[in-house]
């Protein structure tokens, strides 16, 4: 997994609450059996005009000219500005495969929901939460200035804007640990095997049931 | 000290360590797996050189792609049929010992084939690279989605890193009218607390309208926990988990029945456990719901009509509103009966069993479908499910009246297979999901029970089945 630290990046915004997965990445491209590639679908339905399908040729695709991160001056964007609830529903993790192949690293919300949180720090993504009021306040400054960037340092926890305002979020410390050091979370579980194995030794006795 | 919740009782028994910060290994009895989250954690494994670490935890089978034509041979989209030809062959190379390919009268939607087969216990903690796995969370176990990277991580260790959720208690009470179902009330609990209003909770559902559901009606309302925001919902074990999960094919037998049975007969929260949070329905008071909008919390009840966001005062709630209005070309104050639909769609991992086909077939009987709608669709959710509606003839009864009669899978749900919407059409469907784009671009979900949407196949529109 690609470590995470300090990422000093242009900040683009999408403002609506309760961003479903199935936005993110439409349904059509979960056919994909790989991992990467999801980058160009990303907000598929709203990013273009036609209909799109997997392992089409998006460059030649009419972009949808309302859509706001069509907009030149989000071109480049490493950090995601988004309401309430960002991630609800299925829990497909092309939406974070998509978002990060597309070049976002971080995305701030009010909140998220849990599982794809969850699956942001299983690819090098920091989803952070600050309050409405700062994110209300972040929302119009990244409107009113073209070519807004934000410095999110993951160590210090702090999100710091142009005029060095920093704001402090809460990260779990094993999460932060992990995303910092790029680690692959199986084989730290795998150092644990022998209390697995034990584990289980007592659970066949316990309750044979479960392991027919 | 205070008594345990039932998710207390869950977590406890599946620990295997915690770190100093509450983070935990938990150990997983159950990996239901399909073809579409699949394959990227397969791959993982082969990269590593890392083998699973208990196959016959494994019970996998293709659901979202596969196609509903009846008698189907192959599946015409080159790109869905890869992705089901991976999920054999992965098997296949794996040598999974419970795999239900396309063929297997067992394979159905991992949801519902996987309670059917008792292949999901009361007391176990089960997962899959699906939101819907809250649906397991009925027979009293701890179930929840995720992502593939954990569906890679469960088939290498059998284990999550997970932190404990908050405890919230849905306690309804009383009971409900006649033509109100289990989805009705869970529909009436997420319009109540939100689409996000479980969010970083685990759910129980409690109270006597809750008790007095069958399996199946518990089901469709785990199923949608997720809906709520809450990745896991659950019901505590009674007399109707147990006799539900007697004689199916993975349960145990005999002595072992018995131990089983009375551990499982623990599986409630105590009498003086504490939960985070308690919310309190009045099931009286629940009527038939429909979804107007795009998120499954925009729900009123049949009787009611289209909400008109200028009555909302939140700012971001209102441009929500309207941006649903827009996308489902609705006029707020439009009675719900008022909107005409162009399919039906009744299936789906909440509504696909037997019951839900049995209450639809009951309204149905010897009516005809409107001329107007474009398609009237029954997906099974198991080839078994099928099967036993065939044996009590529903079929006949559904093709009498106009519905075309399925092979079993995820089908308009998600329209990842054939059946979809077009633009702009409206569906009257007893899935889970009204996000925009669900069921086709452009088209137009809402949710309503089974027994709603077959009264609306017959009206043309939403109609009130309690006076239809």
Redesign the interface.
């Known amino acids: 997994m690609k470590p995470f630290t300090r990422l000093d990046g242009l900040v683009a915004m999408v403002d609506r609450a309760n961003i479903d997965t199935d936005a993110i990445i439409p349904k059509q491209f979960l056919k994909s059996i790989k991992r990467s590639g999801f980058g160009p679908n990303l907000f598929d339905e709203w990013r273009y005009l036609d209909h799109g399908e997997p392992d089409q040729d998006c460059s030649g695709r009419p972009l949808n000219p309302d859509f706001i991160l069509n907009q030149p001056r989000y071109q480049g964007a490493s950090i995601l500005l988004a309401r309430e609830n960002f991630g609800c529903g299925s829990s497909r993790e092309h939406a974070v495969w998509a978002l990060e192949n597309f070049g976002i690293r971080c995305v701030i919300a009010p909140s998220f929901a849990d599982i794809f949180f969850n699956n942001c720090f299983k690819n090098g993504v920091l989803p952070l939460c600050l309050p409405v009021e700062t994110m209300d306040r972040l929302f119009a400054a990244v409107e009113g200035t073209p070519g807004y960037r934000l410095v999110v340092d993951l160590p210090a926890q702090t999100v710091t804007t142009p005029d060095g305002t920093a704001f402090a979020f809460e990260v779990d410390q094993s999460r932060k640990q992990c995303l910092i050091n790029g680690w692959d979370d199986i084989g730290l579980t795998l150092r644990h095997a022998e209390e697995i194995r034990s584990y289980e030794a007592q659970r066949r006795v316990a309750a044979p049931w479960l392991f027919a | 000290m205070a008594g345990k919740t039932l998710y207390d009782k869950l977590w406890d028994a599946h620990v ?2 915690t ?1 100093a ?1 509450g ?1 935990a ?1 938990l ?1 997983i ?1 159950r990996h239901l797996v399909h073809e ?2 699949s ?2 954690a397969f ?1 993982g494994l082969r990269l ?1 050189g ?1 083998q699973p ?2 196959r ?1 935890s494994i019970v996998a089978m293709p659901d ?2 596969t196609p509903t034509d009846p008698g189907f041979t192959r599946i015409d ?1 080159p ?2 049929r ?2 089901v030809e ?1 999920l054999d062959a992965n098997a296949r190379e794996l040598d999974l010992p419970s795999y239900f390919p396309i063929g297997d009268l067992r394979r159905g939607i991992v949801h519902v084939a996987g309670p059917e087969q008792g292949a999901t ?1 009361p ?2 903690t089960v997962v899959c ?3 819907h ?1 809250a649906t397991h969370g009925a027979l009293g176990a701890l179930a929840f ?6 569906v ?2 469960v088939m ?4 999550l ?1 997970q ?1 404990k959720s908050k405890t919230l208690l849905i306690r309804v009470d009383g009971a409900v009218g006649p033509g109100v179902t289990a989805k009705d009330i869970i529909l009436a609990i997420i319009g109540h607390i939100g ?2 209003g479980g ?2 909770y685990a759910i129980e559902f409690g109270g006597s309208a809750i008790q007095a559901l069958s399996m199946e009606g518990r089901l469709t309302v785990c199923n949608m926990a ?1 809906e709520a ?3 896991a919902g659950m019901v505590a074990v009674d007399d109707t988990t147990i006799a539900y999960v007697k004689d199916r094919p ?3 037998k005999d002595e ?1 029945w018995e ?2 049975v009375a ?1 499982w007969r623990e599986l409630h929260s105590d009498p003086d456990a504490v939960f985070d949070r308690v919310v309190t329905l009045d099931a009286a008071a629940i009527k038939p719901q429909v979804t107007w909008g795009t ?1 499954p919390e925009m729900v009123v009840a049949v009787d009611q009509a289209v909400p008109d966001p200028a009555q909302e005062a939140d700012a ?2 209102r ?2 509103m309207e ?1 649903a209005l827009q996308y489902m070309g609705l006029q707020p104050n439009t009675p719900m009966t008022a909107i005409m639909l162009d399919r039906v769609f009744i299936g789906s991992c909440t509504n696909g069993r037997i019951e839900d086909l049995r209450a639809a077939a009951a309204v149905i009987q010897g009516r005809k479908v409107a001329s107007s709608l474009k398609q009237a669709l029954v997906v099974p959710g198991s080839g078994l499910v099928k099967q036993q509606a065939e044996a009590e003839g529903l079929d006949q009864v559904f093709t009498a009246a106009g519905f075309e009669w399925r092979e079993p899978g995820c089908s308009m749900c ?3 297979n054939a059946d979809r919407l077009l633009p702009g059409e409206h569906c009257a469907a007893t899935s889970n ?1 009204n ?4 069921q086709g ?1 452009g088209g137009r979900t809402h949710l309503v029970s089974p027994a709603m949407a077959a009264a609306a196949a017959l009206a043309g529109h939403f109609v009130d089945v309690r006076t239809f």
């Open positions: 295997v360590r770190e910060d983070t290994l150990y009895d579409v989250t394959p990227q791959e590593t890392r670490w208990r016959n979202h792609n989209d790109v869905s890869t992705q991976t216990l007391g176990m690279g699906d939101s796995t989605g995720v992502g593939t990277s954990e890679e991580h290498a260790t059998q284990c890193i932190k689409t996000a969010t970083g997720i925001g809450a990745r993975f349960a145990p072992l131990r089983a551990a998120s971001t709630k441009a929500g941006r998600l329209a990842m999901r996000f925009e784009g669900r671009q």
